[in-house]
């Protein structure tokens, strides 16, 4: 969790937001306990957040770039209603191995899919619409993750992008990092696209939202 915010303000929203629960819960748990970047999972706002959007916006097809252990999946896919589907993309065979068996214990398994592979290859092979897309992989390719889903995004679609703070890094012009390079550039791109409107969210470690722009604004 970023200390952007004042830790007083994180708490207290924290303890004003519904908690884990379920396979979601006993998924985030093993993370905490068996990983070595319990971090990278979604925090409970972000969680809570993603399962907002799909249940107010209706979502049915929701496409995930970063699966980790699979705690942002199964978030959304019990938001999800009957018929539709997360697909979740993650390189790592380890964590997709680990994001499986979570899967596979929750009754909301069988609306997941996980593909295994580079997301950027994985994207090119997917048709959509998406409803929501979740990025939330590799730092340096946010641009290029932007680039690929956005031909593939809803008509009423948006898109949820993590991590836009880069824990403090991305309000630093200067710093080198490609990771930060890519979310800095990617949230320049978005800001300066013309067929979207997005909000930069002050919750977790930045949370950027952007959706097609309403026609004759
Ligand atoms: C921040 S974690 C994802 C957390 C997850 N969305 C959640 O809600 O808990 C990022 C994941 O992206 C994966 N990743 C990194 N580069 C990738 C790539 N090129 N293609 C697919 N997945 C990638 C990492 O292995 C890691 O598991």
Known sequence: MSELIAPAAVGYAEEHTSPLGGPVASAAAWTEDNTSSPGMMSGLAEARLLEALIVVGGARNVLEIGTFTGVGALTMAAALPEGGTVTTLEVNPDTAAAARRHIESSAHGSRVKLIVGDALES????????????????????????????????????????????????????????????????????????????????????????????QGE
Do not use: C, H
């Open 123 to 214: 994207i090119a092979e997917l048709e959509g619409p998406f409803d929501l897309v979740y990025i939330d992989a590799w730092k340096a390719d946010y641009p290029a993750y932007y680039d690929a889903v956005m031909p593939k995004l809803a008509e009423r679609g948006v898109i949820v992008a993590d991590n836009l703070f880069r824990s403090g890094s991305a309000l630093e012009a200067t710093d080198p990092d490609e990771g930060t390079v890519g979310i800095r550039t990617f949230a320049s791109r978005v800001q300066n696209d013309a067929r979207v409107n997005n909000v930069l969210l002050t919750i977790g470690d930045g949370v950027m939202l952007a959706w097609r722009r309403p």
